[in-house]
């Protein structure tokens, strides 16, 4: 079971009602783009769909679903002040040691961050 927050249900809802969607075995989201139109999200679409976007909104780094999963889990270690456990829940990591590898990623960037605002001192 996956909770979601409840924009992201509201979300969902209202896309079933503008799309007119009926329960079964019809994909809920499909390709809108490419030469797949209407076709069942595979993970290639999801990839261009976040790079495209990304592209959009001025991020000029080189994006994939996994590095938009890697900056919220980095991102929710940093609000709840490194709760190992917590950050577990939210990412659905079977093992701590996971979310680990990100909290020693955290760290290094923090440390490199504060050297370089030292130099600036």
Not at 51 to 62: F, M, N, R, V, Y
Request: glycine fraction near 4%; charge should be positive.
């Amino acid at each position: 079971m996956l909770d979601l927050s409840d924009k992201t249900a509201l979300a969902i809802a209202s896309w079933i009602k503008a799309s007119k969607k009926k329960r079964g075995n019809d994909p809920l989201f499909t390709v809108l783009a490419y030469h797949k139109n209407g076709a069942r999200l595979t993970g290639e679409a999801i990839r261009r769909l976040v790079d495209g976007l990304c592209k959009e909104a001025g991020i000029t780094k080189k994006m994939s679903p996994h590095r938009v999963r890697h900056s919220a889990i980095t991102t929710v270690l940093d609000l709840n002040n490194g709760n190992y456990r917590a950050t577990q829940r939210f990412s659905r990591h079977a093992q701590v040691q996971t979310v680990l590898k990100y909290d020693d990623n955290r760290q290094r960037l923090q440390k490199q961050m504060s050297d370089s605002i030292s130099e600036l001192i």
